[in-house]
RNA sequence: GGGAGCGUUCCCGAGUGGCCAAAGGGGGCAGACUGUAAAUCUGUUGUCGACGACUUCGGUGGUUCGAAUCCACCCGCUCCCA
């Protein structure tokens, strides 16, 4: 179920309902867990002190570690996690561009040289649907290549080419699964990818023949992959007019703050991105001001919160100085608190951006802290 | 008392006549990070008016065109024997 409440421009401003959890509001920032945890030493349980609505894991992943068969088996990735609230899966296409050294592609799917123990894994369309059943996921996401950019115009367009016939192999597959007896989502929907690189062609005629495929969502993938900001910007100008207006859109993978505001300007709802765990982990944090680098020396004697705007459980109770110590003395707790921040950060950054939707005022939320937020302080 | 070593730039530690402001770690300082092979990676770390110059390798002298490297003495430390 995904529902409109209003728009303001392109913008919008929506709920979501899937098997798991309550209504999601969107734009919303799903939260990536990849192998079912958040980096950083956070739990599930740790999701819902921060804000998050929705979690996100990852089929290639989970399938080499513990085994999908495994997480079958303990009742599903929900109960694993003990998470009750929404799960997106990330269907492996992104490890067919982040691990490019390590496999081959033909028609039929991706053969991987595991990145644990070399191994030799096949995965396409049917498997990893068939993975994402076994999660048990509250979205599936269609296998997909996503392609660095740039590329070659004649590899692009065979590549997406190939990626709507997989989309179509994917909801055929899909289907099947979700209609046998022993399916353990079978509400589990179905999001297809547009790929097609930076090329405004390739990337229209891909939305249109995707958004023949019935699908529950719909995904830009293959973006934030090498190509200029102004390029994603660009893409999403000419490509989200032919994105299904009543399916929710997600930008996968994206993004900074400003990438988010960007985009939520341009009609997306959903979005993903690892750089506020991974930033928090390296001590890069997210303000209201902009970001900061906690490592620095100018923090040593800093008595003052990350964020004096913020009221994450960090903010209410750490300095910057003590933060700053905890990453010099290399103590885990500095990326508990750090991821925990950033991710509060995002959260409430979609939480403002939804206010801002409902209030009519998006534009000029935009105006004040689109270029802002990505500054550093 | 006798014998054997050692002392290098913030620390540890290479270097034993010119290619040495001096390897490599650590620490420090800074940067990167976009559907997570990332608690990772990169740069930098004697001084200065800085594509050049100057001062460093325990101290003081000396040998040499040239010394962190060789010699003498001194200072300090370690170990072994008594």
Redesign the pocket.
Known sequence: MFEIIRTEGHARRGRFRCAHGGEVQTPVFMN????GA????LSAHDLKDIKCQIE???T??LHLRPGDQVVRSLGGLHKMMDWDGPI?T?????????????RKITEEGVTF?S??DGRRIFMGPEESMQIQANLGSDIA???????ENPAPYEYVKQSCERTLRWLVRCREEHRCLCARPDCLNPAQMLFG?N?GGTYEDLRVWHMDQIARVDCDGY?V?????GEA?EV?YRILDVVLPHAPEDKPRYL?????PS?IIEGVWRGIDFF????????A????LFTWQG?L?I????Y?LDTGPIDPACSCPVCRSFSRAYLRHLF???E?LA?RLA?MHNLWFYNTLMERIRDALDAGEFAAFRAEYSEKLDR?V
């Open positions: 990536v867990g990849t192998q958040i980096k950083g030493a996100l894991s990852n290639y992943h997106l990330d269907s492996g296409g992104f490890q067919v561009f982040s691990l490019s050294g390590l040289a990145h644990i996401m269609a296998f997909d290549e996503c392609v990818i790929q995904a993938g293959g973006l934030a992959v900001t994603m996968m993978g994206v993004g900074t990438n993903d991105c690892v750089m506020p765990a991974r930033n982990r390296h001590g890069k970001s680098n490592k620095n020396e100018k040593k010099k003395a290399e885990m990326m991821v550093k």
